[in-house]
Structure formats: C-alpha cells, structure tokens
C-alpha cells in the first residue's frame, strides 16, 4: 500500500520561498506519476502541479506558472514542490497524490487520475 506524506508547510509571508515535501513508500516510486493539489477553505480540491513517472513531463495550473517548480528524486522517494513568491491566494492545504503509471508521458490533473494522497500540509501566507 502506497503512503504519502508531505511536509514543508507553515506561516509565511507574501513574496517568501518555501518547499514543500512528499515522501512515498510502499511501492516503486519511479512507476507512480505525481501531483499536488490544493484545497482551502470552502473551495473545491484543485490541481497545483504534476509530474509524470520519470520527470520529463511537468505540468502546472495557470496561477503557478512562473512561480513553483516540481521536482523528483527517485533516489530518496521524494517529490517536491518549490514554490517562489508566494501570494495569500496561495494559502490552502496541500495534498501529495500518486497514481501508478509507467511509461506515461500526460500528467494527470484530475482528483479523480489519482489513486492515493496524503494528508496534506498547511499553507498559510500573511499579506
């Protein structure tokens, strides 16, 4: 059974760096596409970021772009998810997710691609 943990989050302030973390177990990690999502407050759960089997496709969100870089590291099971310039909007809870599927170049972006998550890491960015 695949597990997920992220961590990394916390209060910061607009315009700050962080990056958040996924450790995965239970499974070859390098057969599982990766993403995070996000999810505040009275809003439905979005896609942040993805990232296929071996890295070479990536794909973000429009609001992103520019800002947060995910990355692999197959070495010591980890995604990442390196987020610039954080914005209040940013402010959600962010959830890991896997979904096995070696040889795939789309990341997926749906909830529903995914078939494991974690339980999330709070964001919180003060303006």
């Known amino acids: 059974q695949v597990q997920l943990v992220e961590s990394g989050g916390g209060l910061v302030e607009a315009g700050d760096s962080l990056t958040l973390s996924c450790a995965f177990s239970g499974r070859t990690f390098s057969h599982y596409a990766m993403g995070w999502f996000r999810q505040a407050p009275g809003k439905e759960r979005e896609f942040v970021a993805g990232i296929n089997w071996n890295g070479v496709s990536t794909y973000y969100t429009n609001s992103v772009k520019g800002r947060f870089i995910i990355s692999r590291d197959d070495g010591k099971n980890t995604v990442y998810l390196q987020m610039n310039g954080v914005k209040p909007e940013d402010t959600a809870r962010y959830y890991c997710?896997?979904?096995?599927?070696?040889?795939?170049?789309?990341?997926?972006?749906?909830?529903?691609?995914?078939?494991?998550w974690g339980q999330g890491t709070q964001l919180t960015v003060s303006s």
């Open positions: 997710a896997a979904r096995p599927a070696p040889g795939v170049v789309v990341v997926p972006t749906l909830p529903t691609n995914y078939d494991y």
